[in-house]
């Protein structure tokens, strides 16, 4: 991301910290607009945070990313994300004022445990003034380490597949049953005995785990 034209040099003691182009200095009044609107033109999210690890911008994509857990400004990452290494990641970035780097796979809100996402995580220090910095969160899909994670096999998925065919066909009839749409002495037979042939069905899958 290049640094806005407004930003200003940092004086020399500062020299160590400018050695990294990724640290952004900024002293110029209306910063918080500026980077706001340069953030928000991302394809990736990007969160802005301060030292309490709590979220004061987001852009589109984070918010379209983070969208189930509804607004996301002045809430802490750890209960948008509960993950530790991300807070850790934030934290250390903010203390050390040195950028920091982190390939993890998050459980997104409102996707199923078995669908974790992967992401390239930068977290990079912005010297806004003399006395406040805030740490910046990009979020990159590390569409790599996803088709590989697909690839993998995934033996909880197959039984999750396996349970859900006799699962429905039990659940069906039951609601059939006790709906009363099922009155016909035979085909209330015909019921009893599909169900107990997905019961059996059921039990053959849990067999196999045991083994």
């Given at each position: 991301?290049?640094?806005?034209?407004?930003?200003?040099?940092?004086?020399?003691?500062?020299?160590?910290?400018?050695?990294?182009?990724?640290?952004?200095?900024?002293?110029?009044?209306?910063?918080?607009?500026?980077?706001?609107?340069?953030?928000?033109?991302?394809?990736?999210?990007?969160?802005?945070?301060?030292?309490?690890?709590?979220?004061?911008?987001?852009?589109?994509?984070?918010?379209?990313?983070?969208?189930?857990?509804?607004?996301?400004?002045?809430?802490?990452?750890?209960?948008?994300?509960?993950?530790?290494?991300?807070s850790q990641l934030?934290?250390?970035?903010?203390?050390?004022?040195?950028?920091?780097?982190?390939?993890?796979?998050?459980?997104?809100?409102?996707?199923?445990?078995?669908?974790?996402?992967?992401?390239?995580?930068?977290?990079?220090?912005?010297?806004?003034?003399?006395?406040?910095?805030?740490?910046?969160?990009?979020?990159?899909?590390?569409?790599?380490?996803?088709?590989?994670?697909?690839?993998?096999?995934?033996?909880?998925?197959?039984?999750?597949?396996?349970?859900?065919?006799?699962?429905?066909?039990?659940?069906?009839?039951?609601?059939?049953?006790?709906?009363?749409?099922?009155?016909?002495?035979?085909?209330?037979?015909?019921?009893?005995?599909?169900?107990?042939?997905?019961?059996?069905?059921?039990?053959?899958?849990l067999e196999g785990?045991?083994?």
């Amino acid at each position: 991301m290049n640094t806005p034209q407004a930003a200003s040099v940092s004086p020399p003691d500062q020299a160590a910290e400018d050695d990294d182009p990724r640290i952004l200095h900024e002293k110029s009044t209306g910063v918080d607009a500026l980077l706001e609107m340069v953030l928000d033109g991302l394809s990736h999210a990007c969160l802005l945070l301060d030292g309490t690890d709590r979220i004061l911008f987001s852009n589109e994509a984070a918010k379209l990313l983070f969208m189930p857990k509804g607004r996301l400004l002045g809430r802490r990452l750890e209960t948008v994300l509960a993950d530790r290494q991300l807070s850790q990641l934030v934290t250390e970035c903010f203390q050390t004022r040195r950028p920091g780097h982190l390939a993890c796979a998050l459980r997104l809100p409102g996707v199923a445990w078995r669908d974790d996402r992967h992401f390239l995580v930068d977290a990079v220090p912005l010297k806004l003034t003399a006395d406040r910095w805030l740490v910046r969160l990009a979020l990159r899909p590390d569409e790599e380490a996803d088709a590989a994670a697909k690839a993998m096999p995934n033996p909880a998925a197959d039984v999750l597949l396996q349970l859900r065919g006799p699962l429905t066909i039990v659940q069906g009839y039951l609601e059939n049953l006790l709906d009363g749409l099922i009155t016909d002495p035979v085909a209330l037979r015909q019921s009893l005995l599909t169900m107990r042939r997905s019961t059996v069905q059921i039990e053959r899958v849990l067999e196999g785990l045991r083994q």
